[in-house]
Each structure stands twice: as C-alpha cells, then as structure tokens.
Nanobody
Framework: QVQLVESGGGLVQPGGSLRLSCAAS????????MNWYRQAPGKEREFVAA???????HYADSVKGRFTISRDNAKNTVYLQMNSLKPEDTAVYFC??????WGQGTQVTVSS
C-alpha cells in the first residue's frame, strides 16, 4: 500500500535551517508529482512546494528563495531544504503524492 513517512522536523532558531524528508513506498515514485504542504495551529493547510515527475519545481510566494524542493528517485524520497527559517514557518509539514495520499506530518517549530 502507499506509504509516505516524513522526518527531519524539530525545533530551530530563527534564521536556521532544516531538511525534511518524505520516504515513499508502495507505488512507482518516479511517475508522480510530489508536494509539501503545511498547517499552522488554527490555520488551514497550505501549499508550500511541488516537484513534478520531470523535476520542475513550484513554490508558494512565502517560501520562494528560502526553501528548495528536490527528489531522489533512486531512494524514493522527496526533500524540502528550508533555510532562513522564520517563526511564521512553524507548522506541521505534510508530504502529498499527487492529489491523493498524505503522510502523517512532521512538526517544525521556529523559535528562540
């Protein structure tokens, strides 16, 4: 069955960096667009970044220039490199396959 397992979240100071990973299994990873979303407390889930099967990338305006999405098809993993983190980046970050399967999320907290 399809599984998406996020990791790499944690507590980081403003200006710091984190790299999230989403390990996929149960499907042909290289054939799918993959996405990162996030949900802050009391807010709706929002789009963060996407990478197509052909490695084209797209970003929310709020993270452009700070976050980088990438994928390693040999490892069935999609990454989100997050730099220059801000307190407003605090959220649970989710991996999404296409438009159907979600991971369980990983917490990112940006605080001094």
């Amino acid at each position: 069955q399809v599984q998406l397992v996020e990791s790499g979240g944690g507590l980081v100071q403003p200006g710091g960096s984190l790299r999230l990973s989403c390990a996929a299994s149960g499907f042909t990873f290289s054939s799918y667009n993959m996405n990162w979303y996030r949900q802050a407390p009391g807010k709706e889930r929002e789009f963060v970044a996407a990478i197509t099967w052909s490695h084209s990338t797209h970003y929310a305006d709020s993270v452009k220039g700070r976050f980088t999405i990438s994928r390693d098809n040999a490892k069935n993993t999609v990454y989100l490199q997050m730099n220059s983190l801000k307190p407003e980046d605090t959220a649970v970050y989710f991996c999404l396959r296409g438009r159907d399967y979600w991971g369980q999320g990983t917490q990112v907290t940006v605080s001094s």
